[in-house]
């Protein structure tokens, strides 16, 4: 049923080389990133007005709820059908889907400042930039890092999904037609080719950020030491 794996690997260095996979690649990319730019600056803004007003948090806490339980397929097919078929639909698809999850790890990140680190700072008289980069940001960092995740796995998924339905070009694009002339093979190429992008983005960008701004907090050999002292 399925082809083996040395026959993938062919069909997906065939892909990179001849399929104009740079292009597809980067109109899928471009699709993501400035989805998620939009959705983080929309998370971040939602996120912390919901952690510091629980006026704003019981408003807004329906709509996050609702975005997270509405199917993604659904959201990417209404959105295409009242926008159309072009760019800016596909964007907004994303936008939508991947904004509520986004906004939940915010929240939560900022319902769970250390309020006693932030009197401490105020002790030792910490300007105003101190706090917001020393203590605000440090502690929100590892929420903000897991939205980063959240956004970008849920975001390229609905891309395909939205380049699948018809934007006409796209990895998504690609893998329909891949389908279209039922060639599991291709399928599983272009699939591959685009896990290796993301996984490449992961461990040399994400992953390097995340050990720069998590690098205040002690590692768990320190933290053993600690405890048994």
């Not at 993938?8 to 471009?30: A, K, P």
């Not at 939205?147 to 390229?156: S, Y």
């Not at 994400?206 to 701004?213: F, G, P, S, T």
């Amino acid at each position: 049923m399925f082809p083996g794996p040395w026959p993938v690997l062919l069909e997906t260095g065939h892909i990179i080389r001849n399929e104009r996979f740079v292009f597809h690649l980067s109109r899928t990319l471009f699709r993501v990133g400035g989805a998620f730019v939009v959705a983080l600056l929309l998370s971040s803004c939602i996120g912390i007005l919901m952690g510091v007003d629980e006026t704003a948090e019981r408003f807004f806490e329906t709509f996050v709820l609702v975005g997270l339980t509405v199917p993604a397929l659904a959201v990417s097919i209404i959105v295409l059908l009242v926008m159309g078929f072009t760019e800016v639909a596909g964007i907004v698809a994303i936008v939508i889907v991947i904004t509520p999850p986004m906004t939940e790890n915010v929240w939560e990140g900022t319902k769970n400042l250390d309020a006693e680190l932030i009197k401490m700072g105020q002790v030792f008289g910490a300007t105003r930039r101190m706090m917001l980069r020393d203590v605000v940001l440090s502690q929100r960092a590892p929420y903000l890092l897991a939205a980063t995740r959240f956004g970008l796995g849920i975001g390229w998924k609905i891309a395909v999904i939205v380049e699948w339905i018809g934007l006409g070009n796209g990895i998504g694009q690609k893998l329909r037609d891949s389908f279209d002339l039922f060639s599991l093979t291709g399928v599983m190429a272009w699939t591959l080719s685009f896990v290796l992008v993301m996984a490449g983005l992961e461990f040399l960008l994400i992953k390097r950020i995340e050990a720069h701004l998590t690098r205040w907090q002690p590692d768990e050999m320190n933290q053993t030491s600690l405890l048994q002292s």
